[in-house]
């Protein structure tokens, strides 16, 4: 469990605010590491040794293990076991469905006796509402993560639909921010969408935001600080495949150390700049 002053805290600390994507595809990581009992949970240790220090959170997204069946449910397990406790869990399951359903869904990725997994965070969709949210919510401590304005192109198709309270993203940060537990949701915000973190920020001023698509999606980091930051930083900035497949040699792990040595020293700089340190 991780507390917002704590994640803050780590943030300064640290001075970074990455979260580093553990989306590992067993096509892509290195043939050597085939070797290994379980070559994805190797990969993602080594991973997780040469970046800890320069990122406050890490994100397996569900589908790179569920693709696997048994063996990929086992690598998660492992991964979760095996991230740093200062760090940040979150898991990217992006899960939303009715209150009876989602109970389900809490527990699997919560409840560490009954799955073997209590991450700190998980992505939900917002799609069916407050009691499809709710059952996350009531986990004391734990933080859920809505998807508001995604990073997908395909985020014009019903997000910037027009509401009475604005477009739809807009409005469902309204509403999720009235629910109960409400100062443990965090938002989630494409870095694609730098131009909307302004109004964003109207509706969720101390929310803290998710926001993945810099690196391979090539969503601008500064854009994103110049219009998201507040002075308790707000921000969780995520990259994935700019970091891991950094190289597929012997030499991945260092590779992936010098991509996110280069986001923190960039998130130094914002951070500074926007006086967070
Ligand atoms: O919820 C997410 O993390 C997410 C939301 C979104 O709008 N866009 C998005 O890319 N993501 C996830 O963030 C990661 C981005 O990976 P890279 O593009 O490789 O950095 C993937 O795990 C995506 O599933």
Not at 45 to 51: G, V, Y
Not at 100 to 112: G, I, K, M, R
Not at 137 to 162: C, M, N, P
Not at 239 to 259: L, P, T
Request: with cysteine.
């Amino acid at each position: 469990m991780l507390s917002r002053l704590q994640l803050i805290d780590q943030i300064k600390r640290k001075k970074t605010f990455l979260c580093i994507g553990l989306d590992p595809d067993i096509q892509k990581i290195p043939a050597f590491l085939q070797q290994y009992a379980d070559p994805v949970f190797e990969f993602n240790k080594r991973i997780i040794d040469a970046t800890k220090d320069l990122c406050v959170a890490y994100k397996p997204n569900a589908a790179f293990y569920e693709s696997r069946g048994i063996k990929g449910l086992q690598s998660l397990i492992d991964t979760y076991k095996y991230l740093p406790k200062e760090c940040l869990s979150i898991i990217d399951a992006k899960r939303g469905d009715i209150g009876n359903t989602s109970d389900q869904y809490a527990q699997a990725f919560f409840n560490e006796e009954a799955s073997g997994m209590g991450f700190d965070a998980i992505t939900v969709t917002p799609y069916m509402g407050n009691d499809s949210v709710t059952p996350y919510l009531k986990y004391e401590g734990k933080w859920v993560i809505i998807l508001a304005l995604t990073s997908s192109a395909g985020s014009k198709d019903f997000q910037y639909l027009t509401t009475e309270h604005g477009h739809l993203y807009e409005a469902v940060i309204q509403k999720a921010n009235t629910w109960a537990g409400a100062d443990r949701i965090m938002y989630v915000v494409g870095a694609t969408k730098s131009e909307e973190f302004t109004s964003i920020r109207k509706f969720a001023p101390d929310n803290f935001l998710l926001v993945p698509g810099v690196g391979a999606q090539g969503g601008s980091l500064e854009d994103v600080c110049k219009y998201g930051m507040t002075k308790d930083c707000g921000l969780l900035v995520n990259s994935s495949r700019g970091i891991i497949y950094a190289s597929n040699g012997e030499d991945f792990a260092d590779a992936a150390r010098s991509e996110a040595q280069k986001l923190q020293l960039q998130m130094q700089e914002e951070l500074e700049k926007a006086g967070v340190i």
